[in-house]
């Protein structure tokens, strides 16, 4: 789970560390993400309370600037796999949401680590047909070799929406698969979301200084 953390917790960063802002009519998927980078690192690096690591206020700004462009529900059905076929309705309901809120926990804990990273993106290698493109960047960071990190970016009926991050090679959804898979393996869907449920509630409990340890 360390690994897992780190990919998402470099992820935060990105989106909170671009100095491109132009929002436009029918908005490409490259020019998205660095939308959402800057209104994240405005506002991050503006307010006292964010930096100091207040909870609702870091967790208030992953639920507006970020979540509203990740598609959960995609990423939870790839990371569990065939098993969400097999899913009830409300098993992937209750999966999405502890999944989300799993992940909500750990970006709001690196975003209030955030200080001076900055991010740079690459040029985008799509066609204006494709429905589904990577958007490749990488995340400059005061020590150490940069950080690539790319984003997998699909074309939905609202607009284009994130549903896998790559770090240093390793795509999110793949990682979490392999720990969704042992814990199907153990107690099957309902013990994955108990397993999930109970990591949350240990989130809840902590800072958010620490919530990403």
């Known amino acids: 789970m360390k690994f897992i953390k780190q990919i998402i917790a470099v992820a935060a ?71 969400w076929r097999e899913a009830t309705p409300e098993q992937k309901r209750q999966l999405s949401t502890e999944f989300r809120t799993l992940l909500i926990f750990t970006y709001s804990g690196a975003l209030s680590q955030v200080r001076n990273e900055t991010i740079e993106f690459k040029p985008l290698r799509a066609d204006p047909a494709d429905a589904e493109v990577e958007v490749r960047s990488q995340v400059n960071v005061a020590r150490g070799e940069p950080v690539l990190l790319n984003y997998r970016v699909a074309k939905t009926p609202a607009g284009w929406k994130i549903y896998d991050i790559n770090v240093l090679g390793a795509w999110l959804v793949e990682t979490y698969k392999g720990t969704f898979n042992t814990e199907i393996s153990k107690g099957g869907i309902d013990g994955l979301i108990k397993t999930l449920a109970a990591k949350n509630k240990q989130l809840a409990s902590k800072p958010l200084a620490t919530a990403k340890k």
């Open 13 to 83: 960063v990105a989106f909170a560390t671009s100095a491109i802002a132009a929002p436009a009519a029918n908005e490409a998927p490259d020019a998205l993400v660095k939308r959402i980078s800057s209104e994240v690192l405005d506002t991050a690096k503006n307010d006292k309370d964010i930096q100091a690591g207040n909870t609702k206020k870091v967790m208030d700004l992953v639920e507006t600037k970020i979540l509203p462009y990740v598609d959960f529900e995609r990423m939870t059905a790839l990371a569990a796999g065939r098993y």
